[in-house]
């Protein structure tokens, strides 16, 4: 099957600092991206999504950046808040959706 | 609008038994797709249903089965259960098919299999 992966298990940063966390993508006929953010105990929560043809969105603190040539898929936060720890997934679909592994997001006050 | 409800919440199972899982989307949507979420594997998708219509499945063993109701709520059975089957189970509900655009994600059922 197809794989999504990430480069980086656990993040940890400043509080007030901005955050990027990274993501690999194996499918290049994928054409829709979401990051998810899932808080212990709870459901994944929809962050950004991004569409194939666009290589950058702009959210509320929120940039996803998707670079097609090397498959790379990144979510950009701006200063990070406490509030914003938590498993980060990125996903891809091709006919059904492919989640990675998820990064930890650890912000220290 | 309320959100996507998962019943039950925590459920213990023994191995050999099987198990209904609910999910109630959120009002209007009319795709639900189920996904299976384990410390080892991540989240994994089980199958997606759109107008009582199985739309995809993923790589599982046919013990985990689905359906959708007319008023689109589903259910997810997983007969003969194992250890292995241990998991949180999510279901997610989109306005169209899942790949077209935004999920919302429930709570989970958090399955316990002794």
């Known amino acids: 099957g197809e794989s999504v992966g990430l480069h980086l298990p656990t993040l940890s940063v400043q509080e007030g600092d901005n955050s990027i966390i990274n993501c690999a993508y194996s499918?290049?006929?994928?054409?829709?991206f979401i990051w998810y953010k899932q808080e212990s105990g709870k459901g994944p929560q929809f962050i950004i999504d991004?569409?194939?043809?666009?290589d950058k969105r702009q959210g509320q603190r929120v940039t996803v950046l998707l670079n097609k040539t090397v498959k790379h898929l990144s979510l950009q936060i701006a200063a990070t808040q406490p509030g914003d720890s938590a498993v980060y997934f990125c996903?891809?679909?091709?006919?059904?959706?492919?989640f990675g592994s998820g990064t930890k997001l650890n912000v220290k006050p | 609008k309320a959100g996507v409800t998962q019943t039950p919440r925590y459920l213990i199972k023994t191995r050999g038994q099987q198990v209904t899982l609910s999910c109630s989307p959120i009002?209007?949507?009319?795709?639900v797709s189920w996904y299976q979420q384990t410390p080892g594997q991540g989240l994994q998708f089980l199958f997606e249903?759109?107008?009582?219509?199985?739309?995809n499945k993923g790589n599982f063993p046919g013990r985990f089965s689905g359906r959708q109701f007319s008023n689109s709520r589903s259910e997810m059975n997983v007969s003969t259960l194992e250890l292995g089957d241990s998991a949180l189970y999510l279901c997610?509900?989109?306005?169209?098919?899942?790949?077209?655009?935004?999920?919302?994600f429930g709570p989970g059922t958090r399955l316990t299999v002794l």
């Open positions: 996903a891809e679909n091709f006919i059904k959706f492919y």
């Open positions: 009002s209007g949507h009319r795709s």
């Open positions: 249903y759109f107008s009582e219509t199985q739309r």
């Open positions: 499918n290049s006929a994928s054409d829709y």
């Open positions: 997610a509900s989109s306005l169209g098919l899942a790949g077209d655009g935004e999920q919302f």
């Open positions: 991004i569409r194939s043809n666009m």
